[in-house]
Nanobody
Framework: VQLQASGGGSVQAGGSLRLSCAAS????????WGWFRQAPGKEREFVAA????????DYTDSVKGRFTVSRDNAKNTLYLQMNTLKPEDTAVYYC?????????????????WGQGTLVTVSS
């Protein structure tokens, strides 16, 4: 199983980025998918998750209304559209897959992780 995250970069506050996570070697549609992030000196935290069908999503409060998670099961790709970025969004962002059928936030339920992509937001 390979998860390739991309789309990170440096932007100014208020800008946008779109992260992608391409999966190979796995049944993409069979997993719940999530995005997590880890800022320097902090623990990895939940950002967003999407159900197997894509019909249900969940977001941490700090990104609600600004970030949108989506998936394309035909392309085996997960996305995170990030708008109105803030300096506190600066982190390494990871995609991850969970075999749990419902949307879940806890990292321990995710057993497939991408390598991470760095997002830096300057003020």
């Amino acid at each position: 199983v390979q998860l390739q995250a991309s789309g990170g970069g440096s932007v100014q506050a208020g800008g946008s980025l779109r992260l992608s996570c391409a999966a190979s070697g796995t049944r993409f549609s069979a997993y719940t998918w999530g995005w997590f992030r880890q800022a320097p000196g902090k623990e990895r935290e939940f950002v967003a998750a999407i159900s197997r069908s894509g019909s249900s999503t969940d977001y941490t409060d700090s990104v609600k209304g600004r970030f949108t998670v989506s998936r394309d099961n035909a392309k085996n790709t997960l996305y995170l559209q990030m708008n109105t970025l803030k300096p506190e969004d600066t982190a390494v962002y990871y995609c991850a897959a969970s075999a749990v059928s419902q949307i879940i936030r806890a990292t321990r339920y995710y057993n497939r992780w991408g390598q991470g992509t760095l997002v830096t937001v300057s003020s």
